[in-house]
């Protein structure tokens, strides 16, 4: 067995993870869903630490049952310190140093967005550095110059909402069920993105802003449901599709502009939202006309997954990065 073998844990929102990883390589990655949010159309903080705590004990002994490895094998256990939400980052947090002290293991405290960035290493091909990462999920976007492992400039973010954010609320808007972003994609692919114009984002810098498309569509929509009530349903193909664009200009724009200044023909996109249709496609158009190699993980990597805080961890595990027993979780933890 290839060494360092390493157990993380993820518990940064609503998706318990697990993962095994020896040497650089996933043995496990189990990942337990809540579908408690559903019914209240978003994450309920307080019910994600709870399910967390039923869900955390069966999914590390399914990732250690599924690797082969016993507790006594592991090198070293992993954990999100941050960013996420308080409570669910504890619950892993707590367990994660509970179980280190319990065996003897050291402990590694890893960055959720740096994971994200980091799910590239997982599985072939492997970007080469330094490379340009457009991290979009539902809580964050970022635009970051990945130099190493461990060495990340972020260049640009959002000033307000994330991009997965703009997508579950306007979803929601045109009355779509939590999580709307994945079902907006799907009806988007019969829709004509060019119905309706919204408008597109100019932020200086490589900076994002998605809450003044949010409050457009707010508008339009309040407008012509007043004239006709079945508007949203009678055009629902073409809103999504329209919507969808937008979002995918206004990160399209940024991450063009950022690849030309700073000379970079790698591409990677990571996070939830790395599995939108639109934007894969989009970013393969502008990869045929500009040159880029782009870089997309495995859809079972963008999203939350264990999978890559242990591809983190190995890293960190290289370069002697442990966190101590007096580690706490930050619901805020820059990148860098």
Known sequence: MEHPIILAIESSCDDTGAAVMAGG???ANIVAGQQVHEQYGGVVPELASRAHQQHLLPVVQAALQKAGISKNDLDAVAFTQGPGLLGSLLVGGMFA??????????LIG???MRAHILAHFIEEPRPQFPFLCLTVSGGHTQLVVVRSPLEMDIIGQTQDD??????????KLL??????????DKLAQQGNPLRFPFPVNQMPGYDFSFSGVKTAVMYFLRQQTQQNPAFIEENLADLCASIQHTIIQTLMRQLRRAAAEYGLTNIAIAGGVAANSGLRAELQRLADELGWQVFIPAFQYCT???????????????????????????????LG
């Open 97 to 106: 140093k509970s179980f280190a002290l319990a065996l003897d293991k050291p």
């Open 25 to 27: 390589k996933i043995l």
């Open 110 to 112: 890893v960055n959720h």
């Open 304 to 334: 939350d997954n264990a999978g890559m805080i242990a591809m983190t961890a190995h890293f960190q595990y290289e370069a002697g990065d442990f966190a101590t027993q007096l580690a706490s979780p930050d619901p805020r933890l820059k």
């Open 175 to 184: 009355g779509l069920p939590y999580p709307g972003g994945p079902r907006l």
């Open 162 to 171: 994330a991009a997965g954010e703009a997508f579950d609320k306007t979803a």
